[in-house]
C-alpha cells in the first residue's frame, strides 16, 4: 500500500518542480550523465526524465555523446547558462521587444516625414523659383534706359535664365518621368494595355519612395515556418527519424549551430534523441508519424533555398528621377546657405546680380520670417541635411543587403554541398560542388568551397586524396558508415505502428 502512495506521488509531482530537479541533477554531473545517472539522483520516474531532458538539452545548450553501450552521455560544457529564463535573457526579450516597438513607430513617422519633407521642399523651393521668373520677367518688360533700370535688368535677365532653367528641369520631372506613372506591369503581374484590358492600379507615390529609401521588406521574413515545415515533412517522409547530416542539409547550419537547433524540435515536436547499434546518434519523432493523412509531401533531401534581398522593386529610372530630385532640393539648399553666408542681407540694389537674384526673391517672400538665422535654416541647413540623409539611408541599406546577401549565398551553398556530401561521401573534390543558382554562389566561390569542407569536417573527419588531376579530393567514411547504419535503423521500424487504424468511438454516431 505504502508502494503504491509513493508511486502516486511520484506521478504528481508538477512539471516545472521535477524540470528543476532534473536540471540539478545535471548540475551535479559536471563530467556528464545519461538517463539512468537523472533517475538515481532525482528519483523521476524514467519517463518523465526522458521526457524532460530534451527541454534541458535545449535550454542549455547540451553535448550528445555515444557511448560504446550505445547510450547518450549528456554534458553541458557551456555551464548552465540559461538561454530563456533569468535576468539577462528576460532583460534581452524585454530590450528586443522595446526596439522592435520603437523602431516601428520611428520608422513609420520617418516615412511620413521623408515623403513629406522630399515632396513639400520640392514644392517650396519650385514656387520660389516661380516666384522669381515672373519677376524676371516683369523686370525685363519693364525696364528703362536709365542706369537703375539696367542694373536691375542684368539681374533681371540672370534670374529669369536661372528660373528658366529650374522649371526646365521641373518639366523634365513632372511630365516626361514615371513619378505619376504605374510601374512596370509586368514587374507586378499586371497584363498591360491594350483592347478590352485594363492598366493595373497606379502604385502610390509615397510607396515608391519608401520601396527606394527602405526597400520592400525581407523577403524571407515567413523562413522559419517554411524551414519548419521542410524539416517535418521530412521526417514524417523517413518514419519519424532524421540524422543531424540531414538536418544540416535541411537548414544550411554548420554542425554546432545544428546541434543546438535541433534541439528546439525534440521539445517541440516530441522528439527523442536514440542512438543506433553502431552508436550513431538519430533523433526520433514517433508522435509525427500519427497523422491521418500519410501523404508524403516532403521534397526528398532537396533543402528549399533563402531568397536574395533587392534593393528596390522600383524601376531603374525611377530610383534615378529620386535621386534627381532629392539632388534639386540639396542643390537649391546649398545655394541658399552659400548666399546666406556670403551675401547676407541685401539692403542695397547694387547687391543684385544674376548669382544673387533668386536668393533676393526668396528674401523678399520670407521677410516676415524676420530673423536671417531661420531663412538659412529653414532654406539652406535642414533640406541639405535631408538631402544627405536621404542619399545615406539607401547606400547604407544596399551595403547591409550585400552583407546579408553574401550570408544568404553562403547559406545555401552549404546545402548543396552537404547534399552532395551525404549523397557521395567516399569521394567528392571542390570541383563537383556546382551551385545551381545565383542565391547559392558566394562572390568568392572557391573559398566558400573550402570552408564548406572545413566545417563538415569538424563533425565528419575526411580523409585526403589526391586526384587524377593533382586536386585534393575529400572521402568521409565515417559518414558512410553513418548513412548504412541509418538506413538499418528505419529498416528495422515497423511503420504498421504508426498508422491510426479503424475508428472506435465518434461522437456522432
Known amino acids: 500500500m505504502a508502494h503504491a502512495e509513493d508511486q502516486s506521488t511520484m506521478k504528481s509531482i508538477p512539471d516545472g518542480v521535477a524540470y528543476a530537479l532534473v536540471v540539478d541533477a545535471f548540475r551535479k554531473r559536471k563530467d556528464g550523465a545519461t538517463i539512468a545517472d537523472i533517475v538515481a539522483s532525482s528519483a523521476i520516474p524514467l519517463e518523465k526524465v526522458r521526457e524532460l531532458a530534451p527541454a534541458v538539452s535545449d535550454e542549455f545548450g547540451a553535448r550528445l555523446r555515444v557511448t560504446e553501450s550505445g547510450e547518450i552521455l549528456y554534458s553541458f560544457p557551456d555551464g548552465f547558462k540559461s538561454r530563456y529564463h533569468g535576468f539577462g535573457p528576460t532583460m534581452k526579450r524585454t530590450l528586443a521587444m522595446l526596439k522592435k516597438g520603437t523602431a516601428f513607430v520611428a520608422k513609420a513617422l520617418f516615412k511620413v516625414w521623408i515623403v513629406v519633407m522630399l515632396v513639400g521642399y520640392f514644392a517650396l523651393f519650385m514656387g520660389i523659383a516661380l516666384v522669381a521668373l515672373l519677376a524676371s520677367v516683369a523686370v525685363s518688360a519693364s525696364g528703362s534706359s536709365d542706369s537703375r533700370s539696367s542694373s536691375r535688368r542684368g539681374g533681371g535677365l540672370g534670374g529669369l535664365y536661372l528660373a528658366s532653367r529650374v522649371f526646365d528641369l521641373v518639366i523634365r520631372i ?15 503581374g499586371g497584363r498591360g494595355f491594350g483592347r478590352g484590358q485594363q492598366a493595373a492600379p497606379k502604385r ?10 527602405f526597400g520592400d521588406g525581407d523577403p524571407n521574413a515567413d523562413w522559419p515556418i517554411r524551414e519548419k515545415k521542410a524539416v517535418i515533412a521530412y521526417i514524417q517522409a523517413n518514419r519519424g527519424v532524421i540524422s543531424l547530416p540531414e538536418f544540416m542539409v535541411l537548414t544550411g ?5 545544428a546541434e543546438l537547433a535541433i534541439m528546439p524540435y525534440l521539445t517541440g515536436y516530441g522528439g527523442m534523441p536514440e542512438a543506433t547499434e553502431d552508436g550513431t546518434v538519430v533523433y526520433r519523432f514517433d508522435d509525427l508519424l500519427l497523422r491521418s493523412d500519410s501523404k508524403d509531401r516532403s521534397t526528398g533531401l532537396a533543402a528549399p533555398i533563402k531568397r536574395l534581398k533587392t534593393f528596390s522593386s522600383n524601376t531603374k529610372k525611377m530610383n534615378t528621377w529620386f535621386a534627381v530630385l532629392n539632388g534639386v532640393n540639396l542643390l537649391f539648399g546649398s545655394y541658399f546657405l552659400a548666399c546666406a553666408i556670403g551675401v547676407g542681407p541685401i539692403t542695397q540694389q547694387a547687391q543684385i546680380t544674376g548669382s544673387t537674384y533668386l536668393y533676393a526673391v526668396a528674401l523678399v517672400l520670407f521677410s516676415a520670417l524676420g530673423n536671417p538665422v531661420i531663412f538659412t535654416l529653414v532654406l539652406g541647413i535642414i533640406p541639405i541635411l535631408f538631402a544627405a540623409l536621404f542619399y545615406s539611408v539607401p547606400l547604407i541599406r544596399a551595403f547591409r543587403e550585400k552583407t546579408e546577401n ?8 552549404r546545402k548543396e554541398a552537404y547534399k552532395r556530401l551525404w549523397d557521395e561521401p567516399n569521394k567528392i573534390s571542390a570541383k563537383d560542388i556546382k551551385p545551381s543558382a545565383a542565391e547559392c554562389t558566394p562572390s568568392d566561390l572557391a ?5 564548406v569542407f572545413v566545417e563538415f569536417g569538424s563533425y565528419a573527419m575526411p580523409e585526403l586524396l589526391v586526384g587524377e588531376k593533382g586536386d585534393t579530393e575529400y572521402s568521409f567514411p565515417s559518414l558512410a558508415e553513418e548513412k548504412e547504419a541509418l538506413a538499418r535503423y528505419r529498416g528495422k521500424i515497423d511503420s504498421a505502428k504508426s498508422e491510426l487504424g479503424s475508428t472506435v468511438f465518434d461522437s456522432h454516431q
Not at 175 to 185: A, G, Q, V
Not at 406 to 413: C, S, T
Request: overall charge positive.
Open 447 to 451: 573559398k566558400a568551397k573550402e570552408r
Open 253 to 257: 547550419l554548420t554542425p554546432r549551430e
Open 204 to 213: 502610390p507615390l509615397h510607396h515608391a519612395v519608401f520601396s527606394f529609401v
Open 406 to 413: 553574401e550570408r544568404i549565398k553562403n547559406e545555401n551553398l
Open 174 to 188: 513632372w511630365f516626361y518621368s514615371e513619378l505619376t506613372k504605374s510601374f512596370d506591369n509586368s514587374r507586378y
